[in-house]
C-alpha cells in the first residue's frame, strides 16, 4: 500500500492543480469577455457622444443662423419704423401748413361775408 500512497496524493495534487487552473482560464475568459464587452460599450458610448457633439454643433450654427437672420429682420424693422416716422412727422406738419391755410380761409371767407359780399 505504501508505493500507492504517494501516487494517489500526487494524483489528487495534481487535480487540484487542474482545477485551480481550469478556475483561472474561467475567469480569464470571464474578465477577457467583460473587457471585450466595456470596450463596446466605451465605442458606443464614445460614438454617442461624438454623434451628440455634432448634433449640438449643427443646433448652435442652425441657431447662429437664426439670430442673424433675426438681427436682419429687426434692422429692417427698425428701418422700416424710422421710415415710417419720418413720413407721419411730413404728414404732420402739411397737415399743420393745411390747417392754418383753411382757418385763414375761413377768416377770409367770414370777413367777406361781413361785407356782403
Known amino acids: 500500500m505504501a508505493p500507492s500512497v504517494p501516487r494517489t496524493r500526487t494524483a489528487a495534487a495534481l487535480r487540484m492543480k487542474k482545477i485551480a487552473l481550469d478556475n483561472q482560464s474561467h475567469a480569464i475568459r470571464r474578465i477577457r469577455t467583460k473587457l471585450a464587452t466595456e470596450r463596446r460599450e466605451s465605442g458606443a458610448t464614445k460614438e454617442g457622444v461624438e454623434t451628440k457633439v455634432s448634433s449640438l454643433k449643427r443646433d448652435l450654427q442652425i441657431q447662429r443662423c437664426d439670430n442673424h437672420s433675426l438681427r436682419n429682420t429687426v434692422t429692417l424693422y427698425h428701418k422700416y419704423i ?20 383753411l382757418e ?14
Not at 105 to 116: D, P, Q, V
Open 82 to 101: 424710422d421710415h415710417r416716422i419720418s413720413q407721419l412727422v411730413e404728414a404732420k406738419k402739411e397737415h399743420k401748413t393745411n390747417q392754418v391755410a
Open 104 to 117: 385763414a380761409s375761413h377768416k377770409t371767407i367770414a370777413g367777406l361775408t361781413e361785407r356782403g359780399l
